[in-house]
């Protein structure tokens, strides 16, 4: 494989930053909800979702700007600097009030907009396409895994170990040594310090592009819209994406806000239990990165997109009428299959169809109608209906039907998403 050692290293940098990062991911959603707060968290996260919806498209115009190794540069350094800040100024005030944790989520959140889209088209850019299923599953199987560390590392430094005793998924470990739980601008440092680590990986990466591009030195303007136009000549790859991302917007909204408020509102759980529910998911998005295009050979990647779109609705509404630990790590292990199974399936259908000199903009306007769900979603389930005793259930059992009517969808164009 060409690129090889330029794969590797972007693994390893993506995986060492992706831990920390998962970790303040986890800790601050439930740092709302234990304080009381979650209605501000949803406030929080509805403005910086609407960020979003410029930002993202923005993004989109970079990734197919400019070369995918330098921004890689210039996004860890600038999370190290930013969340640095913050951690100096979380030990020096002896705690983070909740506009910095808040800050911290915003910048980790604009991180990802550009992360992600920046990294699938890097991979596609450097990859044979005789690859592209097998290096999409590694990356999936990279991403989960450092899910997991994270999952096991909230669980630890959100609750600590005070008499030794250590819960994960429901079984418990009796360690020889005791450990106080850590303050959030202690686990910021710790992710700053990732990004730095990230950031020497990435540095001395050397690579060659398989993919012709052209630099564009239009306007950010003229070069969406040629994005846009491009999708506009290939409606049913805009359909697609637009559809087969509904899984992922019911996940974004689980993962950030709803199953913080799930866990201790109806389960009446603490944070480990939170935190192994989120290794649960990352387990199974795991085993789907090793097995989903095996378990799904013989089936073409639409029909496979409807299948998990079905089962996901199910697992939403056997959540919504479930008050089960076992059942809750089980909902999220059937999750983190469908949806890394999706987006695996997603990625390699889009892979073989849209040109690398457009993958970037194209994946920006998917990404719009995602943010446009997901505020729907955020305010909806913001309003103080949802956060009364155990209501958030209904929350689960909309989600549900959202990604019925989804799969719906898919069903219904099936032969043109094929031909």
């Known amino acids: 494989m060409k690129n090889l050692s330029a794969i590797i290293l972007l693994f390893i940098a993506n995986s060492i930053s992706g831990v920390s990062q998962g970790i303040s991911m986890i800790a601050i959603p439930w ?13 929080v996260y509805l403005a910086v979702t609407l960020v979003s919806l410029f930002w993202g498209p923005l993004s989109g115009t970079f990734v197919d700007r400019y070369n995918r190794k330098n921004i890689f540069l210039v996004l860890t350094s600038i999370s190290f600097v930013l969340l640095s800040v913050t951690a100096v100024a979380g030990y020096q005030m002896g705690g983070l009030p909740w506009y910095l944790v808040a800050t911290v989520f ?3 959140f604009f991180n990802y907009n550009l992360h992600y889209p920046n990294l699938y088209a890097f991979v596609q850019e450097i990859t044979e396409p005789r690859f592209y299923g097998k290096v999409t599953s590694y990356l ?3 991403g989960q895994l450092t899910s997991v560390l994270a999952g096991a590392g909230a669980a630890i430094l959100l609750e600590g170990i005070p008499d030794g005793k250590l819960n994960l998924i429901g079984v418990g470990f009796q360690l020889p040594f005791a450990f106080e739980a850590w303050e959030l601008h202690e686990i910021f440092a710790l992710d ?6 990230g950031f020497f990986f990435i540095l001395p990466m050397q690579f060659t592009s398989l993919k012709e591009r052209i630099v564009e030195t239009g306007s950010i303007l003229q070069r969406f819209q040629t994005g846009w136009e491009y999708l506009k000549t290939n409606p ?5 994406g637009v559809a087969s991302y509904s899984i992922f917007v019911t996940v974004l909204v689980t993962t950030f806000y709803l199953a913080a408020i799930y866990v201790k509102n109806h389960l009446q759980e ?9 290794m649960c998911y990352a387990f199974g998005a795991v085993f789907a990165g090793m097995a989903i295009r095996r378990i799904f050979k013989f089936t073409n990647i639409v029909m496979s997109i409807i299948i998990l779109t ?11 009428v479930s008050k089960s630990l076992a059942i809750l790590y ?8 469908t949806n890394a199974g999706t987006r695996i399936m997603r990625i390699s259908y889009l892979f073989e169809r849209v040109p690398n000199q457009v993958y970037g903009r194209t994946g920006s306007i998917f990404f719009i109608t995602n943010i446009i769900f997901r505020l729907i979603f955020i305010s909806l389930f913001g309003l103080a209906f949802f956060h009364e005793g155990n209501y958030i259930v209904y929350a689960f059992a909309i989600l549900g039907v959202f990604l019925a009517v989804s799969a719906v969808v898919l069903m219904a164009y099936y032969r043109k998403l094929v031909d």
């Not at 944070?271 to 529910?277: E, I, Q």
């Open 31 to 43: 740092y709302f909800t234990q304080s009381g707060e979650a209605r501000i968290y949803a406030m």
């Open 106 to 108: 915003a910048i980790t």
């Open 140 to 142: 999936e199987i990279q």
């Open 192 to 197: 700053a310090v990732t990004y730095l680590i």
């Open 236 to 240: 049913y790859i805009l359909l697609f």
């Open 270 to 278: 603490t944070g480990d239990v939170f935190a192994s529910a989120e």
């Open 310 to 320: 079905w089962l996901t609705a199910g697992l939403f509404i056997v959540l919504a």
């Open 330 to 337: 089980g909902m999220f292990l059937l999750l983190g299959i």
